[in-house]
């Protein structure tokens, strides 16, 4: 069993920048792949981005270049750094994680096993 709490969350004006920050705890797993996803209502869980087991990352399309993963393997967190932010970007962002890999499709919401209670991030224009 994995816990996953996230931070950092909050209301920043278009253009921003805001750090994300998930603590995983409980976790008896030596590798695991973990990621960022986000949702609107009405709309589906869309992955941001992940960091595979293997250390690689994937990003969605529409935040490459401008958002970081990354993660402290010795204090367990994973962040999520989200520069030159637009509207667009307002959703609540869960962490997710699974033991191993994730084939080949790290960025669909079904491939992982453990959610944490999401942080809202709002962007205003």
């Known amino acids: 069993q994995v816990h996953l709490v996230e931070s950092g969350g909050g209301s920043v004006q278009a253009g921003g920048s805001l750090r994300l920050s998930c603590a995983a705890s409980?976790?008896?797993?030596?590798?695991?792949?973990m990621g960022w996803f986000r949702q609107t209502p009405g709309k589906e869980c869309e992955g941001v981005a992940v960091?595979?087991?293997?250390?690689?990352?994937e990003y969605a399309n529409s935040v490459k270049g401008r958002f970081t993963v990354s993660q402290d393997n010795v204090k367990r967190i994973l962040y999520l750094q989200m520069n030159s932010l637009k509207s667009d970007v307002t959703a609540l962002y869960y962490c997710?994680?699974?033991?191993?890999?994730?084939?080949?499709?790290?960025?669909?919401?079904?491939?992982?096993?453990?959610w944490g209670r999401g942080t809202q991030v709002t962007v205003s224009s």
């Open positions: 997710t994680a699974r033991p191993g890999g994730v084939g080949w499709s790290p960025l669909k919401a079904r491939m992982y096993l453990y």
């Open positions: 409980g976790s008896t797993y030596s590798t695991y792949s």
């Open positions: 960091i595979i087991s293997d250390g690689t990352s």
